[in-house]
């Protein structure tokens, strides 16, 4: 498993979170709801996080929700990327095939443009591929443009689009 990995910036450290990262990670988490909110406020009510501290501590002890922050030489976390192991089993239609899904990536707005989603999405698909995944999945909402931009630049395509009428 990686536990701490060097990227393309070698200013820039991935690791595993730990419940000491979670007040960071709970700012970072208000970052992207207004994000969201900004781009649909219809349904985002912003500011917010969608965890508690409480529901934090949980998800970073699960080795099936693995969370991952980088950090700057200095320690500063810069952004993090929450992870979900995924598996259907005994569907009639879908087989069984192992995903990580990535539930969250957020890079602080000040951090932006220093490989810091870069470096986290490259040892997301490290991880993957080390733990036997078939394939690593997202969600992205279509009002996040640079997020589309970002992810199609890492080489992701639709798997399937949702869609929708505002009635």
Known sequence: MIMDSRMENTELTVRRATENDIPRLLELLVQVDMVHHLGRPDIFRGPATKYTAAQLTGIVRDEKTPVFVCEA???????????????????????????????????????????????????????????????????????????????????????????????
């Not at 969250?104 to 490989?115: K, P, Q, S």
């Open 73 to 167: 030489q200095s320690g500063e976390v810069l952004g993090h990327a929450f992870c979900i192991h995924r598996q259907v089993v005994g569907d009639p239609v879908l087989t069984e095939i192992r995903t990580l899904y990535i539930d969250d990536i957020c890079v602080d707005a000040e951090a932006r443009g220093r490989h810091v989603g870069r470096t986290l999405y490259d040892h997301v698909i490290g991880y993957a591929r080390e733990n036997g995944f078939y394939n690593v999945t997202l969600n992205v909402w279509s009002c996040n443009e640079p997020a589309l931009r970002f992810y199609e630049a890492m080489g992701l395509e639709p798997q399937r689009i949702c869609m929708e009428k505002i009635l």
